[in-house]
């Protein structure tokens, strides 16, 4: 049910509070925590705004399949998703078809040396 996957999006998104999604949304945290435990939908306008708020169909936020076969193979629909839920992935996916060969290069060489300092390492 919707509930869920709201409850279950605000999780993906590192542990969004119900007080900080319904400040986005306009509407009271009694309003989501009503709709996470199923006790009341959100109306249309706001299953809209919930799901543009997660970078989601509606279909998917009311638990409808999606196409999931049409991606090649696993790896590059678990891509597509999180380019889907982080906009500034798709941002640096999008620049990068308007690079050079040589533009590219030098962004992946520092990229790898940002990820060779301490903050990054495992």
Known sequence: MIGEKIKSL???KGGLSQAALADALGVTQQA???WETNKNMPDNDIQIKIADY????????????????????????QI???MKKRPELKT???????MTPEDIREVNALIKAKLQKPEYED
């Open 92 to 98: 640096l996916f999008d620049a990068s078809r308007k």
């Open 10 to 12: 605000r999780k993906e």
């Open 54 to 77: 997660f970078h989601i169909t509606l279909d998917e936020l009311n638990g409808r399949k999606t196409n999931k076969g049409y991606y090649v193979n696993e790896e590059t629909a």
């Open 80 to 82: 597509a998703n999180e």
């Open 32 to 34: 989501v925590g009503n």
